[in-house]
């Protein structure tokens, strides 16, 4: 069984930062991908950033230059830095990874409100 307890969401002004954690726990033998994607009201969800067990990245054209995702190994935790902050980032953000346990699977975490609001 694998546990994902996200952190860091929050509310903030437009043009600032916030930064998101993400933990996964439990008998984890190896993550591959690792990423972030979020769902704003009456949209579907959709892949914000995700990165690679050998640090290769990749991000939504919407976020490119503004957010970072970042990985720790040691940990099993990914991180997102999310800078300049726009209106249009508020959504329920969660976390997601490719892990193998017992076998091989995708996981998600619970979920953690960001609203981008003056």
């Known amino acids: 069984q694998v546990q994902l307890v996200e952190s860091g969401g929050g509310l903030v002004q437009p043009g600032g930062s916030l930064s998101l954690s993400c933990a996964a726990s439990?008998?984890?033998?190896?993550?591959?991908?690792m990423g972030w994607y979020r769902q704003a009201p009456g949209k579907q969800r959709e892949l914000v950033a995700s990165i690679t067990n050998s640090g290769n990245t990749n991000y939504a054209d919407s976020v490119k230059g503004r957010f970072t995702i970042s990985r720790d190994n040691a940990k099993n935790t990914v991180y997102l830095q999310m800078n300049s902050l726009k209106f249009e980032d508020t959504a329920v953000y969660y976390c997601?990874?490719?892990?193998?346990?017992?076998?091989?699977?995708?996981?998600w975490g619970q979920g953690t409100q960001v609203t981008v609001s003056s």
């Open positions: 439990g008998s984890i033998l190896t993550i591959y991908r």
């Open positions: 997601n990874i490719d892990a193998v346990t017992l076998r091989r699977a995708v996981y």
